[in-house]
């Protein structure tokens, strides 16, 4: 990745050409940064030419996923480390990707995900107003709509969550928008259709435990790591009878934080999708997963699983416009070609 930092009146600018951004530099805490999607978004700063500092429990996240030396281990609940860390550092802004994620979990144990996603960010953002940082990109989600009535889904649908982790980002999105009222706050909530792919470089991706995506389970397969994969539901009202969703790459999810930093306001808030706007049915993903890995691996039908919407796909044009946000990827063989191009070569993830 090409980049050129420069001095300039005094301060820090960079040019970088994958962004196509000027942007002054700053210091950044990226909250849950050595997780999937934080960790290649804390690498794009760290590219950008911003001072970069992870705080990251590693409950879920992996030390090796950080930036070499910028690891701070601790606990959204510890808001007195929190505030000094973010004093310490003359942190300018936030990027908050700590968050647990499995939907079907927050079912079962609703608690964690209340007291995790919502005590813990109201912990982060009170940390925040007592080291005066008002600057905050929060990841949200797709799950904050629940089941929308048309698709593609612009910002405007009405937010009905249909599970307690959806509930738990919605809460926040809602906090947000009133810490910019009452505090001036600048935010931006940004709502991740399917995050999916790896880092460019190949050192970076996705590395759950349960795994639970399509495309990582898909590829175990392709690996020999499992029997087969299931699709979930094949008799939805869609062409091929499976499930549609948006996939969107990491290092685009990425992109658009960086973006995204640069239009935060006090006192504002944005509220964007970050979809391609294209949707690719279960069976299109696992041709493509077959196709990339070159093996003609077991694929059995199985029930719907519950919660499961038939399509999610984003009207993304709010991005496009508002960030001048252009996913590099679009279809999805290139999406899976990364991610094919990081299980391989990392088949046990970052322990490999
Ligand atoms: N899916 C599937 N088999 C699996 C895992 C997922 O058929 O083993 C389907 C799932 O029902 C959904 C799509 O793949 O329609 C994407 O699921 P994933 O869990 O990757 O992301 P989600 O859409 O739940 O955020």
């Not at 590219?47 to 281990?73: S, Y």
């Not at 996939?247 to 391609?276: I, M």
Request: glycine share 10%; aromatic share 10%; with cysteine.
């Amino acid at each position: 990745m090409f980049r050129a930092v420069f001095d300039f009146l005094g301060q820090r600018y960079f040019d970088h050409s994958y962004f196509a951004s000027k942007s002054i530099a700053m210091n950044i805490l990226v909250v849950g940064g050595a997780g999937y999607v934080g960790s290649h978004a804390a690498r794009c700063l760290v590219d950008a030419g911003h001072g970069v500092w992870v705080f990251d429990n590693l409950v879920f996240g992996h030390e090796q996923a950080a930036p070499v030396g910028r690891l701070i281990r601790g606990d959204l609940h510890n808001r007195e480390l929190l505030s000094g860390i973010l004093r310490e550092k003359q942190i300018e802004a936030v990027m908050h990707f700590a968050a647990f994620a499995y939907v079907g979990e927050s079912v079962q144990d609703p608690a964690k995900y209340y007291h995790n996603n919502i005590v813990g960010s109201l912990s982060l953002l009170e940390a925040m107003r007592t080291a005066r940082v008002s600057k905050i990109v929060f990841s949200s989600t797709t799950a904050t709509y629940g089941v929308p009535e048309t698709v593609p889904i612009p910002e405007e649908t009405p937010q009905s969550p249909i599970n307690p982790y959806g509930f738990t980002k919605l809460a926040i999105e809602h906090a947000l928008r009133d810490y910019a009222h009452a505090y001036g706050f600048g935010f931006a909530a940004l709502r991740y259709f399917n995050a999916a792919g790896a880092h460019h470089d190949g050192d970076l991706g996705e590395d759950h435990d349960p795994e639970t995506h399509l495309i990582p389970l898909a590829l175990q397969v392709a690996l020999g790591q499992r029997e087969r994969i299931a699709i979930f539901g094949t008799d939805y009202p869609t062409p091929d009878g499976t499930c549609i969703r948006d996939y969107v790459h990491v290092d685009d999810l990425a992109s658009a934080h960086l973006l995204a930093l640069d239009r935060l306001k006090q006192g504002e808030g944005l509220q964007l999708n970050l979809g391609t706007g294209h949707g690719h049915s279960v069976r299109e993903v696992i041709d493509a997963c077959r196709h990339v890995s070159g093996v003609d691996f077991r694929v059995v039908e199985a029930e719907r699983r519950p919660g499961d919407p038939p399509e999610l796909v984003a009207d993304a044009s709010r991005a496009r416009s508002v960030l001048g946000w252009e996913p590099r990827y679009t279809e999805i063989e290139p999406i899976v070609r990364t991610a094919w191009n990081w299980h391989s070569r990392h088949p046990r993830g970052y322990a490999s």
